[in-house]
């Protein structure tokens, strides 16, 4: 920082902590405005793409559930969908149902893990979640209680919380009993109970008054909120079935990122995926207690502040938990586990609703099963365009802030989106370059 009129100022973070993966920031400000932002997303590519090329259609759900540990399960639904797809098969029934039950237990853990861990130390002014928990111990201890509840479903119809092992093309290779998920209803009845006290939390939360002006994207279900499947819709009117993805976003490379940035076709603003926009797009679906917390903390579908997203989280925990519920009562074991997909030489696609938002897959197939051609398209580089305008905005409005609180409010910004860099790249060093006025002293 210099005297005489002008300043340069430059802020460094090694990594980006609490989120998944490795990147940085450069925000450049010229004469008090900010004129570049750029979110680098450096962490090397790591092919699942091209690992996919030559391998078995029924390879795809274990092979892309390595992708993410925090949401494997997204992966595997996607790709089963796409390679169904390919193959002539719907899968509908006792199946989809236990599908929808399995997500519930990854959205569960997932939006737990975010909103206790990585995001609400932000709110509260504190740099981590163990610090957070020196005084605020029976909260954290309801956030791990809360993933463990997500996790344990996930394992009882997966066969693990990680990296499940139990899904296969057409549904799962064994169905768990009845007996073996009837336990889970205790569990399941407190974390519901748990997730009402969060939303009622975290809706205390002051943050940021922001509002963007984006086009938000979600899949939409015509009875559900949409989780599992649904049409492709936004609040700019798009209303497409999931096979015309191509022909609603476009990818390009650019050359800060290891991540393609994802645009709407005849849209020059990026768009945002993830729980504002199902939010926005679905709020009519969700169970009663998740629609009634949501009008007990102020939510309205018009809500555009991506510092409120934390509070949708919240609203989507109890959504799954009363979606877990509803689907354990009665519950039968689908018999047969999965229904037979035979190959074909086809084109499939498929999408879902992560925890951090839509996520597609296509794939081609050759007529012996072998895959010709894989394309996923995650969350995180479709919300990378987001990010980055969201960033240009706080930027301008934090210029008064000393470096500690601009740094501090960037990474706050990034974290509304829960981003999973790894799963983008096929996180922060910020560096901030402010210039004073023409000729002022430079450092």
Known sequence: MTGGGGERRTLKVAALARVEGEGGLDVRIRDGAVTDVRLRIYEPPRFFEGLLRGRRYTDPPDITARICGICP???????????????????????????????????????????????????LGYPGALEMARDHREVVERGLSLKEAGNDLVAAVAGRAIHPVNVCVGGFHRAPTARELDPLRARLEQALDDALETVRWVSGFDGPDLAIDATLVALRHPTEYAVLDGRLTSTGGLDLAVDRFGDAVVETQVPHSTALHGRLVGDDRPYLVGPLARFALNADRLRPAARAAAA???????????????????????????????????????????????????????????????????YELAADGTIAAALIVPPTS??????????????????????????????????NYDPCISCATHFLTLTVDRDGPPGAPQP
């Not at 390679?83 to 149902?97: I, M, N, T």
């Not at 990378?384 to 210029?399: K, Y």
């Open 73 to 123: 399960v997204a992966y595997q639904m996607s790709a089963c969908q796409a390679v169904e797809d390919a193959c002539g098969v719907h899968v509908d029934g006792p199946v989809r149902d236990l599908r929808r039950l399995l997500y519930c237990g990854e959205w569960i853990e997932s939006h737990a893990l975010h909103v206790y861990l990585l995001h609400a130390p932000d709110f």
């Open 296 to 362: 007990d903390a102020g939510l309205d579908p018009s809500c555009r502040n991506p510092f409120r997203t934390i509070v949708v989280r919240a609203v989507e925990i109890v959504h799954a938990a009363e979606e877990a519920l509803a689907i354990l009562e009665g519950y039968q074991p689908p018999d047969p586990p999965a229904v037979a997909v035979e190959p074909r030489a086809a084109t499939g696609h498929g999408a879902s609703e992560a925890p951090r938002g839509l996520l597609y897959h296509r």
């Open 382 to 415: 479709q919300n990378q365009p987001r990010i980055e305008e969201d960033l240009r905005l706080v930027v301008e409005a934090g210029l008064h802030l000393d470096d500690a609180e601009l740094t501090q409010r960037c990474e706050q910004a990034i974290r």
